[in-house]
Every structure is written in C-alpha cells, then in structure tokens.
C-alpha cells in the first residue's frame, strides 16, 4: 500500500498528529526499513527523507517533537539486519538516533543479530530490542542486555520469571517500556486474573524502572491516553508510581543531558500541578 515518500511522510506525519492530540510531547517511534525497501521499492534514502521531513512538520504544526527508530526485521536474515545498519551509519541523522529489533520472536532469538548490534554500536547509534515478549523465555531478556548490549529493553515481561536476573537489570537501571494492552497476556491470562498475574504489575516490586507506552497503537487498541489509565486503574499503580514512570521515560530517552534535565524540570513542575487538580485516587 506504501508506494511512493510521500506515503511515508503522510503515515508518519498522522502519527505523531494522533500522539500530540494525547499530549505527548516526545516520541520515539519504529520503522522497520527492510520490508519498506524490499516491497515499495522506495529507497532507503528517500524514505528517511520523509519520515524525517513529517517530523520536522509536525512538530511545526502540533509541537510534538519526534524521533525515528528504523528497526531490524527479526523475521529477515542477519545479514539483512546488517545491511540496515549500514543503511542507516550511511544517511545519518540527528532525528535518527538509534535502532531496534522487532516483529516474531518465537523462533528467531535475540543471538541471530549480534553482527548488526556491533555495528550500530561502534557507529554511536543507541540501540533498544524487543524481547521477552510473546512469553517468550528471560534468557532472550539477558541475551539482549549482556550480548547486544542495548540501551533499554522493549517489553522484557519475562524477566518476572528471574528474580536474580531481574536484580541486575533494576541495579543497572533498566528501563523497560511496557505495553498494557500487550496482545499475549489478554490471550493467555484469565480475564478475572488478568491485572492481578500480569507481569507488569510485578515489575516495580522487583525493582524494574518501566514506562508504559503503547508500542503499535492500532494493533494493541490503545492511544497514550489510554495506556497511562490503564496503569492505575488495572494495575492500580498510584500518582507517586506514575510520576516516577515519567522520569523513568525521560532518562531512557535518546535526548541530550541538557534536554532531559529541563524537562525533568519542567515536567514534573507540571505533573505535581496537575496533581492538585485532580481528585486522589486510590493507591495515590
């Protein structure tokens, strides 16, 4: 269906349109380049281009400031994930930070890309991974931190299922950016059980730094506003625990030291206003 930049620049601008309408100020947010290249035929140059011409506009036009994510395919092949990289060290720029690795997991462990990781490493790109999702198994959480080294993990719910481990990753402060509406445990959790055995409510009490997000906001049926809701109402995390998981937001974010002090600043002056306003919930 996307054929041409301008289809790019259309989606991406829509996106950040939709999160600015839920006060978001900052997103970091996934492209997976190989398919987009290999099916549209746009390539990889001209696609950036556009992505990063819709950040550009819509941060002119709803003040959201955006930046972009190219991810591996974990269902293409290594070599392929490499060939990204390299896409990317080649048309550097700064609204293009870093990457990340997304797509099934089941049978295609965090390992099969280590080649990639080096790379994007010694290039000074950030990296972040999706993994232990889908309940798949803690190691592909460690394999993550301690062989491709990444700079956050994306979901990493199974962790949980590693006390020891999970230790290392809150004395290392990890931040994990969790999914509420994480399609896996709507499936496989009983629905009266669902918010009292889900991994996320777990994850704090072991120490975890987390931060919710709505990872594809269509496919997980939630918009920001939503996600943020869900974590008090269904997990019953209070306004202390929100705050902090702003923070949390801030620190793992691919921004300057400067930026992040200011906003740490600036965000939780308006957070604590914000709070006053609002009538106490429970756990608060």
Request: with cysteine; hydrophobic share 40%; aromatic share 10%.
């Amino acid at each position: 269906m996307l054929k041409t930049p301008d289809d790019l620049h259309r989606i991406s601008y829509e996106y950040l349109q939709d999160a600015a309408a839920h006060q978001v100020r900052y997103a970091e947010f996934f492209w997976n380049p190989t398919g987009t290249v290999r099916d549209s035929g746009i390539p990889y140059a001209q696609a950036q281009a556009a992505i990063v011409r819709a950040i550009a506009d819509a941060r002119t036009d709803c003040g959201i400031i955006g930046r972009l994510v190219p991810a591996i395919d974990r269902e293409a092949t290594p070599a392929e994930a490499l060939e990204m990289v390299q896409w990317l060290i080649e048309h550097r720029h700064p609204d293009v930070p870093g990457i990340g690795i997304d797509y099934r997991e089941v049978d295609r462990p965090p390992e099969l890309f280590v080649e990639a990781y080096a790379a994007a490493r010694r290039a000074g790109l950030k990296t972040t991974a999706h993994a232990g999702e889908f309940g798949m198994p803690w190691t592909n959480v460690q394999t993550a931190v301690e062989l491709l080294k990444v700079d956050r993990i994306d979901h990493g719910y199974t962790v949980v299922d590693n006390p020891a481990f999970a230790r290392q990753c809150a004395e290392r402060g990890i931040v994990f950016t969790v999914v509420p509406t994480n399609s896996y445990y709507l499936r496989t959790l009983a629905p009266e059980r669902w918010a009292l055995d889900h991994p996320i409510r777990q994850m704090p009490q072991l120490g975890l730094r987390i931060h919710p997000n709505t990872d594809d906001p269509t496919l997980h049926h939630v918009t920001p506003t939503q996600a943020w809701l869900m974590m008090q109402r269904d997990f019953g995390f209070g306004a202390d625990d929100l705050r902090g998981f702003m923070l949390n937001g801030l620190d793992a974010a691919w921004i300057d030291d400067s930026t992040r002090r200011q906003w740490r600043s600036e965000w939780s002056t308006r957070f604590d206003t914000l709070r006053q306003n609002v009538e106490p919930v429970q756990g608060t």
